[in-house]
């Protein structure tokens, strides 16, 4: 067993912070790594040492296997703690790091290759005879074997990147006209996100729920579950709003799928924290996903209904040691929710919105987390993704946590971007989100921010504080206000 | 001082600073607002407290409150004027300019200049934040310019193409 005593965070933003952490809490030193732009980001202010990438794309820094390797070598640290996304979920990036000498805190690297790859992943559960959402096992080749298939399983079909998850190069198809076209999208999204643009196709099944399962293994073949995370809540393929238990959970479903996870664990011989994900149907059938061989960026809700940091059993098991807990010793523990607060136009498809952050106050008090990789002054910038913050709430039940999460929600204040918060404020009142039916389709059928009225007395708000703000800008009789021609084509120019 | 047309969001409102109040369309409030720091305002409404701030997205000025943003348009009469010369030039000509909704990177150009396009067609892909977004038409004529090349970078509210 070989202690650790100083970690490299290959990453940024809020779980760069999160990481750091936990990693302060057990003795651990830390060292963060910063393109340009994040220089004075949090995560470089909070580690113990920090180093510059020199660049700003992604790819020239957060993704540069040989810039972060040099600075490890540098900085002696003895493991490296990848984060979520970037390299996170690169085999060649885990191998790196061993072959480095240093412990990579994540799964052994022909884990993450064999999983990694949705394919293998769908080859490996079909032969465990695990039930997987019909469609390719292997990646697609060209237009006419993609449409061979889509075929055989019938449209409306999903388009899915081989090299990643998050969304990113995830489209749905309707008809064969649009395969093309979606194809080529998808492909060239996902070589950007993941330098890979391997795609495969899966049948797009109509109201499912996604519910995934985390699991911890270690060293010793010792591999327990935590429990399910509702993430049905999703814009393009993406969630933002997540919660343990599901509200449809039963202890018996549970067992189920958490017996299944396991034994996706113990068939791909995993090791370290994973989540394996699935769709449920309307009778609770559960479909096969995919693993994420990392941490999730929804795991603190795990981590408030179980009582466990699971980025400090990440770093224990990579010591390996053995897991503290046996499958008995988990329980779980009122409801937790999480909100993503990111920089997107609510009102505007979700589109981006970049800017500085002028103004930050983010919700406190009883029951409360708030995970964060901004602070004001902090430039959103199209460089990299758009979330600022995860809000977090434990509550004795369900209710309580909605409530909590109302209330939290509300007093969350910022300004210089939009953010997704109005959203997730109409998440929390909305009533299928309340009786826990709400599927994954739940934004597409339901969400409408315009059916919210602005009450009249904000609109009295608004136009006091209006003359008090001009007047200090000395533009009461100037022009801040004239006709812009933009709201021309805000809204014509739209987003697909 | 004279009544002051504000258009916020979908809400028209006349305002009016009188010695006895805060008239808006012809209402008296009695009105309490602090300012906390830039932009950032304390508002009690006949006790009711609001937290607002004003932010300027794309030269425009913005109220945010409850975290909901909604663009505040002040109107004069030339404004007025202005606004209805703007609106029959363009429906004299029938041009439509597309914008970019976002700042991001011109990654391909679909359809060309001079080729006839519908409704819904995709005319370029702008990449912002990894993810691809297609900007498609919501009208259908002749693409008249294409105001960007593949590979060149825009601001929110860059011309893209005109349709005729």
């Given at each position: 067993?070989?202690?650790?005593?100083?970690?490299?965070?290959?990453?940024?933003?809020e779980i760069?912070?999160?990481?750091?952490?936990?990693?302060?809490?057990?003795?651990?030193?830390?060292?963060?790594?910063?393109?340009?732009?994040?220089?004075?980001?949090?995560?470089?202010?909070?580690?113990?040492?920090?180093?510059?990438?020199?660049?700003?794309?992604?790819?020239?820094?957060?993704?540069?296997?040989?810039?972060?390797?040099?600075?490890?070598?540098?900085?002696?640290?003895?493991?490296?703690?990848?984060?979520?996304?970037?390299?996170?979920?690169?085999?060649?990036?885990?191998?790196?790091?061993?072959?480095?000498?240093?412990?990579?805190?994540?799964?052994?690297?022909?884990t993450i290759?064999?999983?990694?790859?949705?394919?293998?992943?769908?080859?490996?559960?079909a032969?465990?005879?695990?039930?997987?959402?019909?469609?390719?096992?292997?990646?697609?080749?060209?237009?006419?074997?993609?449409?061979?298939?889509?075929?055989s399983?019938?449209f409306?079909?999903?388009?899915?990147?081989?090299?990643?998850?998050?969304?990113?190069?995830?489209?749905?198809?309707?008809?064969?006209?649009?395969?093309?076209?979606t194809?080529?999208?998808?492909?060239?999204?996902?070589?950007?996100?993941?330098?890979?643009?391997?795609i495969?196709?899966?049948?797009?099944?109509?109201?499912?729920?996604?519910?995934?399962?985390?699991?911890?293994?270690?060293?010793?073949?010792?591999?327990?579950?935590?429990?399910?995370?509702?993430?049905?809540?999703?814009?393009?393929?993406?969630?933002?709003?997540?919660?343990?238990?599901?509200?449809?959970?039963?202890?018996?479903?549970?067992?189920?799928?958490?017996?299944?996870?396991?034994?996706?664990?113990?068939?791909?011989?995993?090791?370290?924290?994973?989540?394996?994900?699935?769709?449920?149907?309307?009778?609770?059938?559960?479909?096969?996903?995919?693993?994420?061989?990392?941490?999730?960026?929804?795991?603190?809700?795990?981590?408030?209904?179980?009582?466990?940091?699971?980025?400090?059993?990440?770093?224990?098991?990579?010591?390996?040691?053995?897991l503290?807990?046996?499958q008995?010793?988990?329980?779980?523990?009122?409801?937790?929710?999480?909100?993503?607060?990111?920089?997107?136009?609510?009102?505007?498809?979700?589109?981006?919105?970049?800017?500085?952050?002028?103004?930050?106050?983010?919700?406190?008090?009883?029951?409360?987390?708030?995970?964060?990789?901004?602070?004001?002054?902090?430039?959103?910038?199209?460089?990299y993704?758009?979330?600022?913050a995860?809000?977090?709430?434990?509550?004795?039940?369900?209710?309580?946590?909605?409530?909590?999460?109302?209330?939290?929600?509300?007093?969350?204040?910022?300004?210089?971007?939009?953010?997704?918060?109005?959203?997730?404020?109409?998440?929390?009142?909305?009533?299928?989100?309340?009786?826990?039916?709400?599927?994954?389709?739940?934004?597409?059928?339901?969400?409408?921010?315009?059916?919210?009225?602005?009450?009249?007395?904000?609109?009295?708000?608004?136009a006091?504080?209006?003359?008090?703000?001009?007047?200090?800008?000395?533009?009461?009789?100037?022009?801040?206000?004239?006709?812009?021609?933009?709201?021309?084509?805000?809204?014509?120019?739209?987003?697909? | 001082?004279?009544?002051?047309?504000?258009?916020?969001?979908?809400?028209?409102?006349?305002?009016?600073?009188?010695?006895?109040?805060?008239?808006?369309?012809?209402?008296?409030?009695?009105?309490?607002?602090?300012?906390?720091?830039e932009?950032?305002?304390?508002?009690?409404?006949?006790?009711?407290?609001?937290?607002?701030?004003?932010?300027?997205?794309?030269?425009?000025?913005?109220?945010?409150?409850?975290?909901?943003?909604?663009?505040?348009?002040?109107?004069?009469?030339?404004?007025?004027?202005?606004?209805?010369?703007l609106?029959?030039?363009?429906?004299?000509?029938?041009?439509?300019?597309?914008?970019?909704?976002?700042?991001?990177?011109?990654?391909?150009?679909?359809?060309?200049?001079?080729?006839?396009?519908?409704?819904?067609?995709?005319?370029?892909?702008?990449?912002?934040?990894?993810?691809?977004?297609?900007?498609?038409?919501?009208?259908?004529?002749?693409?008249?310019?294409?105001?960007?090349?593949?590979?060149?970078?825009?601001?929110?509210?860059?011309?893209?193409?005109?349709?005729?």
């Amino acid at each position: 067993m070989k202690k650790i005593k100083k970690i490299l965070i290959a990453n940024r933003g809020e779980i760069a912070v999160r990481i750091q952490r936990s990693a302060k809490e057990m003795g651990i030193e830390t060292v963060a790594i910063f393109s340009d732009p994040d220089r004075t980001a949090p995560h470089v202010l909070y580690c113990d040492q920090s180093f510059p990438l020199n660049g700003v794309t992604s790819a020239e820094t957060y993704l540069d296997i040989q810039k972060i390797l040099e600075i490890a070598k540098k900085a002696r640290v003895d493991a490296i703690h990848p984060g979520y996304g970037f390299l996170s979920e690169k085999e060649q990036f885990a191998s790196a790091v061993n072959d480095a000498g240093l412990i990579f805190i994540g799964p052994k690297p022909e884990t993450i290759g064999l999983l990694g790859s949705k394919t293998s992943a769908r080859e490996l559960l079909a032969k465990h005879k695990i039930p997987i959402v019909p469609g390719t096992t292997s990646p697609i080749k060209n237009l006419g074997d993609a449409l061979k298939v889509a075929q055989s399983i019938g449209f409306p079909i999903l388009i899915k990147a081989a090299g990643g998850g998050g969304g990113k190069g995830m489209r749905r198809v309707d008809t064969e006209s649009d395969l093309g076209n979606t194809i080529e999208r998808a492909r060239n999204e996902a070589r950007k996100a993941f330098g890979d643009d391997r795609i495969y196709i899966e049948k797009f099944i109509a109201n499912p729920k996604h519910i995934e399962i985390q699991v911890l293994a270690d060293t010793h073949g010792n591999i327990i579950h935590l429990g399910e995370r509702e993430c049905s809540v999703q814009r393009r393929h993406q969630k933002v709003v997540e919660e343990s238990p599901s509200p449809v959970m039963t202890e018996e479903l549970r067992n189920k799928m958490g017996a299944t996870a396991v034994m996706i664990a113990k068939a791909a011989g995993y090791v370290n924290a994973g989540t394996v994900e699935f769709l449920v149907d309307d009778r609770k059938n559960f479909y096969f996903l995919e693993v994420n061989t990392r941490v999730q960026v929804e795991h603190p809700v795990t981590e408030m209904v179980y009582g466990i940091d699971i980025v400090k059993e990440q770093i224990r098991i990579a010591q390996g040691e053995k897991l503290s807990l046996a499958q008995n010793d988990v329980r779980p523990n009122g409801h937790a929710i999480e909100c993503r607060i990111s920089a997107e136009e609510t009102d505007n498809d979700f589109l981006p919105s970049t800017g500085k952050i002028t103004h930050f106050f983010p919700s406190e008090g009883p029951g409360v987390r708030h995970d964060s990789g901004a602070r004001v002054g902090t430039e959103i910038t199209m460089h990299y993704d758009p979330m600022i913050a995860k809000l977090i709430v434990h509550g004795r039940d369900r209710k309580e946590a909605i409530e909590k999460m109302s209330r939290a929600l509300d007093e969350y204040k910022i300004n210089g971007v939009k953010t997704t918060i109005p959203f997730c404020q109409f998440v929390m009142m909305h009533e299928e989100f309340i009786n826990g039916t709400y599927t994954i389709n739940f934004v597409e059928k339901n969400f409408r921010l315009s059916s919210v009225p602005l009450p009249h007395d904000a609109v009295v708000a608004i136009a006091s504080s209006y003359l008090k703000h001009s007047a200090g800008n000395g533009t009461a009789s100037g022009t801040n206000g004239m006709v812009s021609k933009t709201s021309k084509w805000k809204s014509s120019a739209f987003y697909e | 001082m004279s009544n002051i047309i504000l258009h916020i969001a979908d809400h028209r409102v006349a305002i009016e600073d009188r010695e006895e109040g805060l008239s808006v369309d012809g209402k008296l409030h009695d009105v309490n607002i602090h300012k906390v720091t830039e932009g950032e305002y304390s508002i009690l409404i006949e006790g009711k407290s609001y937290h607002l701030f004003f932010h300027t997205w794309n030269t425009c000025l913005h109220a945010v409150i409850d975290n909901r943003v909604f663009e505040i348009k002040r109107h004069s009469l030339r404004d007025q004027l202005a606004e209805r010369f703007l609106k029959t030039a363009d429906d004299h000509s029938k041009a439509v300019t597309f914008r970019a909704p976002m700042p991001g990177l011109v990654t391909k150009i679909i359809r060309q200049v001079d080729l006839q396009v519908h409704e819904g067609e995709g005319i370029l892909v702008v990449e912002a934040m990894k993810m691809e977004n297609e900007i498609k038409t919501s009208k259908s004529g002749i693409i008249k310019k294409i105001f960007v090349r593949e590979k060149q970078a825009v601001e929110k509210g860059d011309p893209l193409f005109t349709i005729e």
